[in-house]
């Protein structure tokens, strides 16, 4: 496949994100909601780019919307192709 590897920051937390996460004063759990947050945070940014609309107006119906295309995109032209690469 001649497509670009996603960088890891694009979907997941940069090594001095989660540095920052790891230094913090939380515990293991509130540690991993953090990195989760910070996670999602990434992806609804995405997500509202590519709806052309800011976070604040993405929908529940859009979120869901993209979840399902992505998924589509994964089981019809494999990991690589869709956006989530799980």
């Known amino acids: 496949m001649n497509s670009l590897p996603?960088?890891?920051s694009e979907q997941f937390l940069t090594l001095e994100e989660s540095a920052k996460v790891d230094a913090a004063l939380l515990s293991s759990s509130e540690k991993f909601l953090s990195r989760l947050t910070i996670?999602?945070?990434?992806?609804?940014?995405?997500?509202?780019?590519?709806?052309?609309?800011?976070?604040?107006?993405?929908t529940t119906e859009?979120?869901?919307?993209?979840?399902?295309?992505?998924?589509?995109?994964r089981r019809e032209q494999g990991v690589e192709a869709s956006y989530l690469k799980w």
């Open 6 to 8: 996603q960088q890891p």
């Open 39 to 58: 996670s999602s945070l990434k992806l609804l940014k995405h997500i509202a780019q590519e709806y052309s609309v800011s976070m604040e107006d993405l």
């Open 62 to 73: 859009q979120v869901i919307a993209w979840f399902e295309k992505d998924g589509k995109i």
